[in-house]
C-alpha cells in the first residue's frame, strides 16, 4: 500500500498544469472551432460561387472546354452594345416602384389604421393580407394566370357583367399592360407583409407621444406626419431594403406568369441571366450580369442605410 500510495504521489507530481500562455491561445481557439462549420458553409455556398461567377464575368464561356479571358469586355458590351439590358434594366426600375413604394404606402397606411382604430375581427384581417406571404410564388403565379387570363379569367368576367367590355383585355399578353400586371401582383404579395412589419413598430412608440401631438393641437394626419413614420424609421428601413431586393432579383413570379414575355415586356435581369447561361450558353456574359445584378442590390442597399442615418 505504500508502494502505492508512493507511485501515485510521483504520477500525480509528475502533472504540471499548462501554463498560462498555453491556457490563452486555447481560450482564443476555442471560438473560432464553434463558428467553423458556419465559415466553412459560407465559404461552400456563398464566397466560393460569388469568386466562381467574377472570375467567369472577366471570360468568354460557353459552358464546355477552357473559358478564355477578354476581361471587361462583357460589362461593356452590357452597359453600351447590348439594347436588351437597357429594357430589362427599365423593367427592374418599374417592379421596384410596384414591389416596394406601392406596398410601403399602403402598408404604412392599413398599419396605421388598424393601430389607431378599434375595429373587430382585426386579426383575421391580418392574416388574410399576410397570406400572399405564406403562399409559394409558383402557386401565386398561377392562380393569377388564372385571375387574368382573357378566356376564362375573374377580371374580364367582371368588367363585362358591369358593361365595360371596351376594357376587357389579355391582362399578361398584352405588351401595354403585361408589366404593369406583374407588378400589380408584386405590389399585392408584399402589402401584407409591410403591414406587419409596421404594425409591429407602430406597437412599441410610446402613447405619450400621440397625447403631447394631441395636446398640440396636432390632426390625425399631422400625428401620424410627426409621430408615426419618424417611429418607424428602422422598420421602413428594414421594409425598403426587403421589397427593393426582392424587386431586383424577381424571378420566379415573372417565369410563371409571363415567361418574360409578350416579347420583352416583362422580362427583369434574373430571368435574362438565366436565359444567357442556360438557353444561348452565354455563361461568361450571363455572369456579368448576375454580378451587376449584385453590385446594384448591395449599393441600393447602401444608399438606403446611409439616407437612414441622415434622416
Known amino acids: ?55 467567369y464575368s472577366l471570360t468568354k464561356w460557353d459552358g464546355f472546354g477552357t473559358p478564355r479571358f477578354i ?20 423593367n427592374n426600375f418599374v417592379y421596384i416602384f410596384f414591389f416596394s413604394a406601392v406596398p410601403i404606402g399602403i402598408g404604412l ?13 382585426i386579426v383575421l384581417f391580418r392574416t388574410v393580407l399576410f397570406a400572399p406571404q405564406i403562399v409559394p410564388l409558383i402557386a401565386t403565379g398561377i392562380i393569377w394566370c388564372w385571375i387574368l387570363s382573357p378566356i376564362f379569367g375573374v377580371v374580364n368576367e367582371v368588367l363585362s357583367l358591369v358593361g365595360l367590355d371596351e376594357l376587357t383585355r389579355p391582362w399578361l399578353g398584352d405588351p401595354s399592360t403585361a408589366l404593369f400586371a406583374v407588378g400589380g401582383i408584386g405590389s399585392w404579395i408584399w402589402c401584407g407583409f409591410c403591414m406587419v412589419i409596421f404594425l409591429a413598430g407602430i406597437q412599441k412608440i410610446d402613447e405619450s407621444f400621440y397625447d403631447a401631438a394631441k395636446i398640440d393641437g396636432a390632426n390625425a394626419f399631422q400625428q401620424f406626419l410627426n409621430v408615426t413614420v419618424p417611429g418607424l424609421r428602422y422598420e421602413l428601413t428594414v421594409a ?49 450580369l448576375a454580378v451587376i445584378l449584385t453590385a446594384f442590390i448591395l449599393i441600393l442597399s447602401w444608399v438606403i442605410l446611409r439616407l437612414r442615418e441622415e434622416f
Open 71 to 90: 476581361g471587361l469586355a462583357n460589362y461593356i458590351t452590357a452597359f453600351l452594345h447590348d439594347p436588351v439590358f437597357r429594357v430589362v434594366l427599365r
Open 1 to 55: 500500500m505504500e508502494k502505492n500510495s508512493e507511485s501515485v504521489g510521483r504520477l500525480s507530481g509528475s502533472i504540471r498544469p499548462l501554463p498560462n500562455s498555453l491556457k490563452s491561445i486555447k481560450s482564443k481557439l476555442v471560438p473560432y472551432f464553434y463558428i467553423m462549420p458556419g465559415f466553412i458553409a459560407f465559404s461552400l455556398f456563398v464566397f466560393y460561387p460569388l469568386i466562381t461567377t467574377l472570375w
Open 109 to 121: 397606411l392599413l398599419a396605421s389604421l388598424i393601430a389607431r382604430a378599434n375595429i373587430k375581427g
Open 240 to 288: 425598403i431594403i426587403m421589397t427593393v431586393t426582392q424587386a431586383l432579383r424577381v424571378f420566379a413570379l415573372v417565369y410563371v406568369t409571363t415567361r418574360g414575355g409578350p416579347g420583352r415586356a416583362t422580362l427583369p435581369i434574373s430571368l435574362y441571366t438565366y436565359s444567357n447561361v442556360f438557353q444561348f450558353h452565354k455563361v461568361g456574359y450571363g455572369a456579368s
